[in-house]
């Protein structure tokens, strides 16, 4: 081979990858680099001086912000609950109780609607003198400030969001149902198993793949697609009370004319997507070797 | 491995490099539309309702500059300032832009022209200038004003045998109504909505001047605010007797003010509303539920001894120039066509906004519109537009937090005191 081909050769891979690290590097890491050299100048007067840690001394310092990062803790805590509601529900379809094709259809319409929609559903059935508060006034219990209550706003936004994307959790499940074996169910049910141990001892082990990959998008979605319910229904309220980070960002950017604040909140974001990744990644990697 | 260790280190040696450099928004950004070109950028231009006001401008503009085309791009209003912000950063931002007057263009006004040389053939034509000044000068001219009247129910004060001409101008006198109102309309005092903390705005502006002696109002809109006075104070210990008295409707803090808690005053569950002048939650709407004879205008009652009550209102929105635009001349002279008089009659019969220009006749208007009309000349701006907006932002917060108890009103005022005077 002549030397101008040999070189090619050798310069060929790199040619071929360049495209796809060009696109990483511009596109990726070079406003990832720009976001966090923000983070270290200043806002309006000081545009452009360097603050150090100014900006970062300050979300500590600031209240909201600190609710925002709560509610992250929070929307860990309820990760549970919003994993487990799909996978009751799909146990229940999968043992076809009366009606299951119809509840399948039912539960996965609301995947459809965009966050706005669901929000303003919600804004009307949730409003103080609206449908629900009506009925507990009926029922005799009080009424529920849902959406005006700083102990209950996060958790009505919260349910609102599980109510609005387990359809897809739901039929991610049944899926993970069809390559459970039949005959371990039927086998429980010969030996005269409860419900509770059925799910317990068969079907939890059973799918432990599949509710390990519904924990990790339920997270992300938590995460990263909340804005919109937020946005409508409550706008970071009552009292900041639903804040969470990403909102907080939109608020010091387009509101409060601080794109470097916002810059450092969006380095605290990123750092704690990181850490919630690479943990999510572990766990993927270790349920991937388990077979 | 080891490749990756170093991939790393290079990525965070490049990050700690590049660290405190550059600026977040950009110092030197230089954009807009070409020469012979301007960019406007607004969130009316859209509305079937302002094409009118548009196409008279632009008529006038294009006999005066021939060769300049002028493009309007109109942006969705919930995202305008996002939108703009990201725009001035990148170095695309318009030539000419519409502003909300107060804290958004305050905050903004290191990237705009000041227009005093400009226009001051229309000072005295327009009001409401002050919403748009900063440290002594002008960075946009007026189109409409905005300000807080106090609207009341007529009908509903008939029922009850109240003198719906004299509504009342203390403020014990003013409970006392309310008190009647409710028991024998069944309606509310106020119709209130903060779920988006802007009752509170409302609130502070349209019962402070009731609450304020002029002096310290004055001083207030001057920029020395004294947020230990009792008056101040008394502002916001009155925001929660209110509620706790039952005069707002309930549930004040899961309302949004646009648009239910108007709603419920165009639905005659409650007899008063601090509304808005001009666009929205105005005379216009109120007029479409309840008879616009029905809609009446009163000036705050006087909560403390020795305030003057008055009509609070501002520049509500105006045409700005951008600081970086080719020709500030032509781009100033656009502002000027944009807030000429017939430019600006359009704004007051087609989108229902009291313009900012005196001569403008309101006759067609209703009662409610000739009230605050007739208040222009003796109003004074309005109390929250004064603010910085962190300290609104802060405010709407510590408002809800008052009404459901979980801060005193001493606590509350201490913060927003700490946020005023930061910077």
Known sequence: MSPVGRRAERLAPYVLVAPAVLIIVLLRLWPLGLGVSFSFTGDGDRNGATVGLGNYAELIGDPLFRTALRNVGWLVVLLPVAVAIPGLLATFIHLRVPGHSFFRSVYFFPAVLSPVIVGAIFNLLLAFDGPLNTVLGGSGAGPVDWLGDPDVAIFTVVGAHIWATSGMALVVFLAGFATLDSALLDAARVDGASLARMIWHVIIPGLSRTIQFVVVTTMIGMLTSMFGLLYVMTSGGPEGSTYLPEYYIWVQQGQMSRPALASAASTVLFLVMLVVGLLQVGLLRRAGRED | MKQRTLWSVTLVAGLVVLAGCGSASDPDAAAGGSKGKLVVWDWKSGDATASSDIKKAKAD?????????????????????????????????????????????????????????????????????????????????????????????????????????????????????????????????????????????????GLGSGVLSPTEYDDWIAGRRDWSSPAVKRVFSLWKEVNDKGLNNDGANSTAMFNDAFAVFQSNKAAHVIGLMSDTGHWKDFAEFLDADDVGVMKSPVVMAGAMPSLPYDGGIGYAVAKWTKDPEVAADLVRSLTSTGALKSFFADAGAIAADRTVDVSSGGPAVATIVSEIDRGKPALHVALPSRTVELMGRLSQQLLSGSVTVDAAVKQLAASDQAG
């Open chain 2, 61 to 205: 503009f294009a006999q005066r500059h021939p060769g300049v085309t002028v493009e309007f791009v109109a942006q969705p209003f919930d995202q305008y300032y996002t939108l703009l912000g990201a725009a001035i950063q990148a170095g695309k931002g318009p030539d000419v832009m519409l502003f909300n007057g107060g804290g958004q263009i305050r905050d903004r006004a290191d990237s705009l022209l000041p227009l005093d040389e400009y226009v001051r053939d229309d000072r005295k034509r327009l009001a409401g200038w002050d919403a748009f000044t900063k440290d002594g000068r002008t960075y946009a001219a007026p189109v409409t004003l905005q300000g807080h009247p106090i609207y009341y129910n007529k009908s509903l004060y008939r029922k009850a045998g109240l003198d719906p001409e004299q509504p009342a101008t203390r403020w014990d006198e003013f409970v006392a109504d309310c008190r009647t109102l409710t028991k024998t309309t069944g309606a509310r005092c106020f119709a209130q909505g903060n779920k988006e903390g802007i009752g509170i705005q409302f609130f502070l502006s």
